[in-house]
């Protein structure tokens, strides 16, 4: 439970003093990369097998989690994990390109509240656990996905 409050207070500051920097267009247009130094997130996070491995554990996890089944009945769960994949290897540095839709295209009309959020971040954060990411390399993940709050939560 500590955990859970920690990293959301993180999350939390990290969307309020990096909300300035947060885009208004996709996470990254296709062809876009992360430069090369900083590729230590996506290195410690296990490289796209860490990656792969986490979102593997994530969707199942997110589809059946009381809070969040609603958002994910219609979805089709290979696209997903593709799209999470492909995102989370993006924002770590790893050089991938996301090819999915904004997250505001993605996720309007949704009527996503801010406690549905912290719900993915936390069925996210577990996730990261049973693959046993340590705890500050769960947060820099973290820090680097909360500027999309600004595009999913309404």
Not at 30 to 44: E, P
Not at 64 to 77: G, I, L, V, Y
Request: proline share 5%; net charge neutral; glycine share 6%.
């Amino acid at each position: 439970m500590t955990k859970t409050l920690l990293c959301l207070i993180t999350l939390c500051a990290v969307c309020a003093l990096g909300g300035a920097r947060a885009q208004s267009a996709p996470v990254a247009p296709a062809s876009a990369s992360v430069a090369t130094d900083d590729a230590a997130l996506f290195r410690a996070l296990g490289g796209r097998a860490g990656i792969d491995a986490i979102v593997d554990d994530f969707v199942p996890r997110l589809v059946a989690d009381p809070r969040m089944s609603e958002f994910f009945k219609n979805t089709k769960q290979p696209h997903l994990r593709q799209m999470l994949s492909e995102q989370f290897c993006r924002v770590s540095g790893g050089g991938c390109a996301y090819t999915g839709k904004s997250m505001a295209e993605a996720h309007q009309d949704m009527d996503i509240a801010k406690a549905d959020f912290n719900a993915l971040v936390e069925v996210l954060q577990a996730s990261m656990d049973a693959q046993h990411v340590p705890f500050a390399t769960q947060n820099r993940l973290l820090a680097r996905l909360a500027p999309m709050h600004r595009e999913i939560v309404h």
